[in-house]
């Protein structure tokens, strides 16, 4: 039946991530689609004791983070619309004229992003694609991975210097299952029936 998920709470901080499996990881994710394939998003990928350190105290503490070898920082970018963002010239590459892709970006300033709140609503939608792609890219290579959004955005922008016009999406943790431990029970997961409306 494919990928299942389950959020692993427990990570064995015996076992490293191998920095080559992390990029395969991440080089598969990237694939993600995005707006006008704007890719607005960068990872900060915590893996010192030092930063792990950082990291747990402007996440509400929570275990994981020092036990799972790598955690990601997934960030979004509220200015990726604008026409410093060289994504938009990759349009070139098949074939789009220049003033097509100039319509494009002033649409994109004036109508789709010309609000703080669709700025923003543009860095958390594109870069949660990146995040479900990265959970799924990190299960085909056999890691586990567990999505928070617990922590305190303003704690995380301060310690990395992720500056204002950035947005601090969701953490992600990898690495592998610590057999000693036992799973949470699996919460009911709601189906078709109940989520679907037909019209
Ligand atoms: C956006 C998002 C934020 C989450 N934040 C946290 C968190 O901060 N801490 C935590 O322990 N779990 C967090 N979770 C995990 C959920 O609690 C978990 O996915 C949910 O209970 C369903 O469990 P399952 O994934 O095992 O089916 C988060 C999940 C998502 C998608």
């Keep these: ?6 959020s692993v709470n427990f990570f064995d901080s015996s076992r490293d991530l191998d920095e080559e499996i992390l990029k395969k990881i991440i080089d598969l994710a990237v694939l993600a689609p995005s ?4 890719q607005p998003w960068e ?3 915590v893996r010192s004791p030092e930063a792990k350190q950082r990291l747990y105290d402007a996440a509400l503490k929570q275990p994981k983070i020092l036990a799972a070898p790598v ?6 970018d509220k200015d990726a619309y604008t026409e410093a963002n060289d994504a938009w010239w990759y349009m070139r590459d098949v074939g789009t004229p220049d003033d097509k892709i100039r319509g494009s970006i002033e649409f994109a300033r004036n109508v789709l992003y010309n609000t703080e709140l669709k700025r923003n609503n543009f860095a ?5 694609f990146l995040y479900m792609s990265l959970m799924y890219a990190a299960k085909y290579y056999g ?6 959004i617990g922590f305190e955005e303003d704690k995380i922008k301060k310690e990395f210097n992720i500056p204002d016009n950035k947005v601090v999406v969701l953490l992600i943790c990898l690495g592998y299952f610590d057999e000693s431990k036992t799973l949470y029970p ?5 189906g078709y029936e109940e989520i679907v409306r037909v019209v």
């Design 1 to 6: 039946m494919g990928i299942v998920f389950f």
């Design 43 to 45: 990872i900060i990928a």
């Design 186 to 190: 699996r919460l009911k997961h709601r």
């Design 143 to 148: 890691v586990e991975s567990h999505a928070m």
């Design 35 to 38: 707006a006008f394939n704007l």
């Design 124 to 128: 958390v939608r594109n870069t949660s």
């Design 71 to 76: 955690t990601l920082i997934m960030v979004g």
